[in-house]
């Protein structure tokens, strides 16, 4: 699962982007070398995948630069079982308007 974020302007620019994965990260036990194809994987060194009906919350934190008055944030989650490979779950986007300090 990957889960992208991105803020933009009124004018389309871009003023944060972040992406995040999910999922099991497997060794071959020889080192902490992250492996990738399933004849390789021998352990699990850490799991950050998303558990079946887990609530799972994140907070993204971003600094606007001053006198933007609006923003447009679009988070969009995607299942990515190897590259090229996308098949999205789902999307969101939302219109936030600033304040004088840069926040909603």
Do not use: C
């Amino acid at each position: 699962m990957v889960l992208e974020v991105t803020i933009t302007d009124e004018m389309n620019r871009t003023l944060y982007e972040k992406n995040k994965v999910y999922m099991p990260q497997s060794t071959d036990s020889l080192n902490n070398a992250m492996v990738y194809g399933p004849t390789h994987k021998l352990g699990i060194i850490r799991d950050t995948s998303i558990q079946p009906f887990a609530a799972k919350t994140e907070t993204f934190e971003a600094s606007m630069p001053e006198g933007i008055g609006k923003v447009r944030v679009n988070v969009e989650l995607s299942y990515q079982p190897r590259p090229g490979d996308v098949y999205p779950i789902h999307h969101k986007t939302v219109e936030l308007h600033l304040g004088k300090e840069g926040k909603p």
